[in-house]
Structure formats: structure tokens, C-alpha cells
């Protein structure tokens, strides 16, 4: 039981680093092909805040955000395989940052095609934190291994 639970984190926790590995590869000076793709991203989510809730988010230079980003998949990702319940924290918070910032299906209309792609992928990263939850509650559900001293036999005789 426990090599398919190995084994599952494993195959989960890939996703993660693969994408973190890639956009490490890319990252060269300027924070590669992640940051020119998540700079228009950015700055439609921080006008969206505003509009809404009136709210300034932070300005945020998109290289360390794409940073920030590759270190929280790598790392949470290889703590996450050996069954780390930190692990599965820093993968939430990455997802938790970046689901809304990259698949902003809010700022186009319903009709438009790119409206069903991206809240199809946002929908899909949300059962992925779904999923990291589950793993969460059913890490803190288990009860720890209890070490007992057994009993001391009595003597007879």
C-alpha cells in the first residue's frame, strides 16, 4: 500500500517539477518565455483587483514572481514525493497565486473561444489543488505511530 501511495505522489509531484524544470531551463536574463507570457497576465489580474475590490496589488517584478514560481514547484514538488505535508503547502501556495493570474477566463466573454479554454484550465488546476488538500486532511487524519512499551511480563514461578 504504501509503494502505491510512493508511487502516485511521485506521478502527481512530476507535473510540477517537469514545468518547473522546463521554465528553469528558460529562464536566462530576462525570465524567459514564462515572464513575456505572464507580464499581460499580471497586469490584467492587478486591474481586475482593482476594479473589484479596489484593492492595488503590489508591484512585482515578473522575473522574481517567474522565480518565485519555478522554486516553489521544484522544492514542494520533491518534498511532496517523500510525503511531505510542507511540500504539499508550497505546491497550494503556488497554485493558489498563479490559477487566477494565468487563466484569467474573467476577462473575456463567455461566447469567445478563449473564455472556454482557459476556464477549462483553470478548472483543471483547481482539482489539482483539490487534490493537494485531500492529501493534506488525509496526512492529519492518520493518527502518528504510536511507540508502547509493552507491558512487563510477571514473573511466575
Do not use: C, W
Not at 524544470?21 to 486591474?47: H, I, M, T
Not at 505535508?85 to 469567445?112: M, R
Amino acid at each position: 500500500m504504501a509503494f502505491v501511495s510512493f508511487v502516485g505522489r511521485v506521478l502527481f509531484a512530476s507535473v510540477f517539477i517537469l514545468s518547473a524544470y522546463q521554465e528553469f531551463n528558460d529562464f536566462g536574463v530576462d525570465g524567459g518565455p514564462a515572464a513575456k507570457y505572464l507580464r499581460p497576465k499580471f497586469s490584467a489580474f492587478s486591474n481586475h483587483v482593482l476594479t473589484h475590490t479596489g484593492l492595488q496589488v503590489p508591484e512585482i517584478q515578473i522575473k522574481q514572481l517567474v522565480a518565485a514560481a519555478i522554486a516553489l514547484k521544484g522544492i514542494g514538488g520533491l518534498l511532496f514525493i517523500f510525503g511531505s505535508s510542507l511540500g504539499a503547502y508550497l505546491l497550494l501556495l503556488q497554485q493558489a497565486i498563479a490559477t487566477p493570474i494565468l487563466y484569467d477566463f474573467y476577462n473575456y466573454d463567455v461566447e469567445k473561444k478563449e473564455y472556454t479554454q482557459l476556464f477549462l484550465k483553470f478548472t483543471q488546476n483547481l482539482a489539482l489543488f483539490g487534490a493537494l488538500l485531500f492529501f493534506i486532511g488525509m496526512k492529519n487524519s492518520m493518527p502518528r505511530r504510536q511507540l508502547r512499551k509493552k507491558a512487563p511480563k510477571t514473573k511466575t514461578g
